[in-house]
């Protein structure tokens, strides 16, 4: 699950992504979440156990980009927090978040050659 602080780090990271499809392609591989299959009726209704069992554990990645981290209109850098849940047998979060781990996607490069990395 990706979360925004606002609405100007989601414009952000929508633009960083459409400019630079490394870091698309590097958040895409970083943020997926593992899927599960439960058997439906032809109704749609859940009828037995999951196929795959869901995991435990639900992942959050909450990102925000700084005003004065943009150059022209591109982030420099994207934090982030990764916060994890316990789930119920269902993968339905139980508790409370927990932050794991923080950290910055980071241009060590321009907007013309970038050259991202992460930094925790």
Known sequence: ????????????????C????ELRNR??????LPMFVRPLNA??????KPIVAPNPLLHKT????????VVEHLPKEIA??????????????????QRVINGVYFNHGSNEQPNWSVHT
């Open 1 to 16: 699950m990706i979360e925004f602080t606002d609405s100007f780090s989601q414009a952000c990271v929508a633009e960083a």
């Open 62 to 69: 909450v990102l925000s980009v700084f005003h004065r981290d």
């Open 80 to 97: 982030f927090c990764r916060y994890v849940c316990p789930c119920d047998s269902y993968g339905v979060p139980t508790g409370e978040w």
């Open 43 to 48: 109704m749609g209704q859940v009828i037995g």
């Open 18 to 21: 459409a400019a630079f499809p």
């Open 27 to 32: 958040l895409a591989v970083e943020l997926i």
